[in-house]
Antibody, heavy 121, light 112 residues
Framework: EVQLVESGGGLVQPGRSLRLSCTAS????????MSWVRQAPGKGLEWVGF??????????EYAASVKGRFTISRDDSKSIAYLQMNSLKTEDTAVYYC????????????WGQGTLVTVSS | QSALTQPASVSGSPGQSITISCTGT?????????VSWYQQHPGKAPKLMIY???KRPSGVSNRFSGSKSGNTASLTISGLQAEDEADYYC????????????FGGGTKLTVL
């Protein structure tokens, strides 16, 4: 069974950092791009960014709202994707979902259960 | 404000059909056949229902179908069932020179 499990969420003060992890199983992790999508409380889905597979350079792309503050990385030997979030703002409060991104068609499947990040003083 | 426009809510009775629209621009929906749709029940993760405008993943009921005309994509659910009540989000590729991926604001489907 293909599965994604996020961890690392919690309460953090504005301006601080937090790192989320996404542990994958059930598929060849290194063959796929991985993405993060967030959902603020009571709001819709917002794409955060993605990292390509090593075969496509392992490069990253980000939404304008997080570019320069967030960094996505991957460890294919452990089947883990990371989201490093720096200079956090209150508006970054959301459930963060890890999801496998199928390129070049750009659809997301499956999704993890999500981890809540609350940015508050 | 979301990049793709969806109605905030739609409703229908069991057995009926409903359609949810997703309007973008010539830079996203209109330029690529790369629209996907996601179903999200309260407190749960989104689930892929349709990809590449009209393709259904294995395991998704054939009551769900997708289409596109110009800058507007649509999700149709036929033979409505109580378990279809959920939020639905459309998503489109938007090109490498812009934001890559854009989502709609979501539509709450109520089964009466």
């Amino acid at each position: 069974e293909v599965q994604l499990v996020e961890s690392g969420g919690g309460l953090v003060q504005p301006g601080r950092s937090l790192r989320l992890s996404c542990t994958a199983s059930g598929f060849t992790f290194g063959d796929y791009a991985m993405s993060w999508v967030r959902q603020a409380p009571g709001k819709g889905l917002e794409w955060v960014g993605f990292i390509r597979s090593k075969a496509y350079g392992g490069t990253t792309e980000y939404a304008a709202s997080v570019k320069g503050r967030f960094t996505i990385s991957r460890d294919d030997s452990k089947s883990i994707a990371y989201l490093q979030m720096n200079s956090l703002k209150t508006e970054d409060t959301a459930v963060y979902y890890c999801t496998r991104l199928v390129v070049p068609a750009y659809w997301f499947d499956p999704w993890g259960q999500g981890t809540l990040v609350t940015v508050s003083s | 404000q979301s990049a793709l426009t969806q109605p905030a809510s739609v409703s229908g009775s069991p057995g009926q059909s409903i359609t949810i629209s997703c309007t973008g621009t010539s830079s996203d929906v209109g330029s690529y056949n790369l629209v996907s749709w996601y179903q999200q029940h309260p407190g749960k993760a989104p689930k892929l229902m349709i990809y590449e405008v009209s393709k259904r993943p294995s395991g998704v009921s054939n009551r769900f179908s997708g289409s596109k005309s110009g800058n507007t994509a649509s999700l149709t659910i036929s033979g409505l069932q109580a378990e279809d009540e959920a939020d639905y989000y459309c998503c489109s590729y938007a090109g490498s020179s812009t934001s890559y991926v854009v989502f709609g604001g979501g539509t709450k489907l109520t089964v009466l």
